[in-house]
């Protein structure tokens, strides 16, 4: 009787697997069209100039130089654009630092790479950030509460909520020590400890004593520091140069500082003289020869005399900067846009609905629903006829208009973008749906949904082949094609 119970459970534990493994064979085969399936990726950040085009295919992307010669094979989920001969890329589900020969130099095997300096990145694993080198030597694990933060050649470090600094290629400056830390301004950072104040230098040596009760980070030589409840400015020596007498102070702009007095705001030169009275409800500091003030419920521009030049009625206008291009900045006077000199003189009378920066001697204007073309005179050098414009660039401009066609005698219901010179007259008729700015001599554009390059005389110098493409910098761009 035993016997014959073995014998059973033998046969219905055969049947068993033969009904598990049917059942699986099953399941792969009803799912057959999913095996293998690429899986889309969609990724909007980090892209240089990509103008429209989305990170969204599952074709893999790979690399071409100018001559059209593939140098990195298909292989990536998305490769970012190379910036100082290195470039994150994505394989799998990790992200990793490639070469402009494709060969890694960190291996895909984090969650994200934030961003690469030099020779340390930023990465992160899970939700937490560390630093590693490009070699893939961890100079601080991901870890809770750790955050980096780069400028100018240096890694702010916060750690369990103390402050330190890396340099850009891997050197300790600093371990986080600090209760706060701003970044280095002018070789110096400004530090806290133990509720006071002072300076490091890049070396991570105490240069001005921690001494202060607050202070701010250095600017044209100067610092803005309180004493006995009063600010004053101290110099790179730690000299004070400002006696401390100001209710508040700022950092120095252009040869001047806001400072609070009486409940109110004006400004100082380097020795401390007064040179615009306080008397305005919020300042802000001088952007080239400018300056936004706010008096009387409205916010002014004004110049270095104190003098209003223009009246801003719209919020939208407050912390514009102020950018000079050829010596002559964008400026909007009520409702209208015109220029001004680095004197902070008006220069090209406010009467545009709009402009751009100056460019190869023009600057586009937008008049009239129409845009056109300026000189440094405020002449007008190309009438405006476009629907669309773009700076002036070694003699070309990319513009969008409706093209006519002799055949039809009529004009394209759809305007597309083509090249124009200095004179006006087309080097290239629009043609295109889009037409990225040049960069390394070619300017990507797009025709039937498909991408290309153009060199600057509108000679097709890559067909419009790819499904997705980027701009070439240092001499690679990135694309997609249906073959791969």
């Known amino acids: 009787m035993k016997a014959i119970d073995k014998k059973q459970l033998k046969n219905a534990l055969i049947t068993l697997l033969i009904a598990v493994f049917v059942l699986i064979a099953f399941m792969v085969y009803t799912d057959k069209d999913n095996v293998n399936k690429p899986r889309k990726f969609y990724r909007s950040g980090k892209c240089i100039k990509c103008g429209d085009i989305p990170y969204a295919s ?83 694990k991901a870890r809770p509460g750790q955050s980096f933060e780069y400028k100018e050649g240096y890694i702010k470090v916060k750690q369990a909520n103390r402050y330190g600094f890396y340099k850009d290629n891997g050197r300790l400056v600093q371990k986080p020590f600090y209760q706060y830390a701003e970044n280095f301004s002018e070789n110096y950072a400004l530090v806290e400890k133990d509720n006071k104040f002072g300076y490091i230098n890049t070396s991570g040596r105490i240069v001005i004593l ?91 521009y004004i110049n270095k005399k104190g003098e209003i030049i223009s009246s801003l009625y719209s919020y939208d206008n407050v912390d514009t900067r102020i950018e000079f291009y050829e010596g002559l900045a964008k400026l909007k006077f009520n409702d209208k846009w015109g220029y001004i000199n680095r004197d902070g003189e008006v220069v090209i009378e406010p009467k545009y609905t709009n402009v751009y920066n100056f460019s190869d001697g023009f600057a586009c204007i937008y008049d009239n629903n129409e845009y056109g073309y300026i000189d440094r005179a405020g002449n007008i050098v190309i009438e405006p006829k476009f629907q669309s414009c773009s700076d002036f660039i070694n003699g070309v401009a990319i513009v969008k208009s409706y093209s006519y066609s002799k055949e039809k005698k009529t004009y394209d219901n759809e305007a597309r973008y083509g090249l124009i010179d200095k004179t006006g007259n087309y080097i290239l008729q629009p043609a295109y749906e889009s037409i990225n700015q040049f960069s390394d001599g070619l300017a990507l554009f797009k025709n039937k949904n498909k991408y290309g390059y153009i060199d600057d005389k509108g000679k097709v110098i890559i067909s419009a082949k790819y499904i997705y493409a980027t701009d070439f910098i240092d001499g690679l761009a990135i694309v997609k094609s249906n073959k791969y």
Request: aromatic share 14%; proline share 4%.
């Open 210 to 300: 921690v001494e202060y009760q607050k202070a701010l980070s250095f600017s044209e030589g100067l610092a803005a520091v309180q004493v006995n409840g009063k600010w004053g400015y101290i110099n790179r020596r730690g000299e004070i140069v400002i006696n401390p007498q100001f209710e508040s102070a700022f950092e120095f702009s252009n040869g001047l500082a806001v400072i609070y007095i009486d409940g109110k705001y004006g400004y100082i030169d380097k020795t401390g003289e007064i040179v615009i009275n306080p008397k305005y409800d919020s300042a802000k500091k001088f952007d080239g020869p400018v300056a936004q003030v706010y008096t009387n419920n409205e916010w002014n």
């Open 58 to 140: 599952p074709a893999k992307v790979f690399v071409i130089n100018t001559k059209d010669e593939m140098v990195i094979k298909p292989k990536f989920e998305y490769i970012e654009p190379f910036q100082d001969g290195k470039a994150i890329v994505k394989e799998g589900n990790k992200e990793g630092l490639i070469n402009k020969k494709g060969r890694y130099l960190l291996r895909p095997v984090f969650d994200d790479i934030d961003s690469c300096y030099n020779r340390v990145c930023i990465v992160r694993e899970g939700s937490f950030f560390g630093l590693t080198t490009t070699k893939g030597k961890y100079i601080l």
